[in-house]
């Protein structure tokens, strides 16, 4: 059985940087594709960066430039370094594994999230 852990929310001033982790315990077939996802309040749930097994990276537009994901070298731990933070990314930020690109359908495992609050 597969579990995502994620780490590293809380509140921050705009302008400001937060750095997210996602530890995987269990396997999973790395091929697919692992990342960030999010659901601010009273929207539904959006992609925002995941790595493919492909060696494909995608990031949502409104966070490219700011946001950047990386993985260990195990493979079982991806970071989401989050700057220049705005408003409008406070949400609640969900770790995925083993789908593909955003499509969320995909995803076999999701943990249980991370408050991100931007505020003045």
């Known amino acids: 059985q597969v579990q995502l852990e994620e780490s590293g929310g809380g509140s921050v001033q705009p302008g400001l940087s937060l750095r997210l982790s996602c530890s995987a315990s269990?396997?999973?077939?790395?091929?697919?594709?692992m990342g960030w996802f999010r659901q601010a309040p009273g929207k539904e749930r959006e992609g925002v960066a995941v790595l493919c097994g492909d060696g494909t990276t995608t990031y949502a537009e409104s966070v490219k430039g700011r946001f950047s994901i990386s993985q260990g070298s195990a493979e079982n731990t991806v970071w989401l370094q989050m700057n220049d933070l705005q408003f409008e990314d406070t949400a609640t930020y969900y770790c995925?594994?083993?789908?593909?690109?955003?499509?969320?359908?995909?995803?076999?495992?999701w943990g249980q999230g991370t408050q991100v609050t931007v505020s003045s």
């Open positions: 995925a594994a083993e789908g593909w690109h955003f499509e969320q359908n995909t995803y076999a495992y």
């Open positions: 269990g396997y999973f077939f790395s091929g697919y594709c």
